[in-house]
């Protein structure tokens, strides 16, 4: 069984920049027919639907256009998400609420829209983008991380409610990405702050959306065929000693 994903369809969410886009070039590279989502076009890739993650009616027609394109996904990468700052009082209640529509009830508006297509095929995976801070306590980004708790537990409940199905469902926890949106993240931190936060890596660098594309790729193909309800880190060691 190879990484070469030649003939599947394959939906990436958050596909038009970040994560999401490198994720969405990888798996085009490796022969599959990729429809992106998100709130903008998505550039380079077979299907750009744009659709809000928390609209029922915005994805019934996204999925009418790549149900004509591409056909129903056989694979589904979920990596758009919201990121509201702030800690547990002073994060508004609508952003909870928000960072949990789009996070965790973006996947499961995913999931009842493919699975059943999966289910007829005999075959199918899911990969949902988690985060290093779904595992600590973290006080600047208490919404988002409880989000990514939460849709930890989907992914494992996913997994061993599918299984039957041949369905594979398993997530990633990335740290700290090189992104522009990461360092956007620091633009009124003080001096120094960015290079205080690649110091908690113990490998002393960020990673890349490259190397977070390649894991999705591999859980995504035949290789991980008997990898279900795992959460895999890409942390360059953070979570072996959060510093």
Not at 84 to 113: S, W
Not at 137 to 165: G, M, R, V
Not at 183 to 206: C, Q
């Amino acid at each position: 069984m190879q990484e070469n994903l030649k003939g599947k369809r394959v939906l990436v969410t958050g596909a038009a920049s970040g994560i999401g886009a490198a994720i969405a070039a990888r798996f085009t590279q490796a022969g599959a027919l990729v429809a992106g989502l998100d709130l903008k076009r998505c550039e380079g890739v077979a299907c750009s639907l744009v659709a809000d993650l928390r609209s029922d009616a915005q994805l019934d027609d996204a999925f009418a256009i790549a149900l004509d394109s591409i056909g129903m996904p056989d694979v589904v990468v979920h990596a758009a998400a919201l990121q509201p700052k702030g800690g547990v009082l002073d994060t508004d209640p609508q952003a909870y609420a928000d960072a949990y529509d789009v996070n965790v009830l973006g996947a499961v508006r995913l999931m009842r829209r493919c699975v059943p297509h999966m289910r007829q095929a005999g075959e199918g995976a899911i990969v949902l983008l988690s985060s290093i801070n779904a595992s600590f306590a973290t006080p600047t980004l208490a919404a988002y991380a409880a989000s990514k708790a939460a849709l930890e537990n989907l992914t494992k409940t996913a997994a061993l409610e599918f299984a039957p199905d041949g369905i594979r469902v398993n997530a990633i926890a990335p740290a700290s990405i090189d992104t522009p949106m990461l360092r956007g993240s620091y633009a009124d931190s003080p001096a120094g702050a960015l290079d205080a936060n690649k110091s908690r890596h113990p490998l002393s660098r960020f990673g890349t959306t490259q190397e977070v594309a390649e894991l999705a790729l591999f859980l995504a193909s035949g290789r991980a065929g008997w990898i279900t309800g795992a959460i895999y880190p890409i942390d360059g060691g953070a979570s072996v000693t959060r510093r």
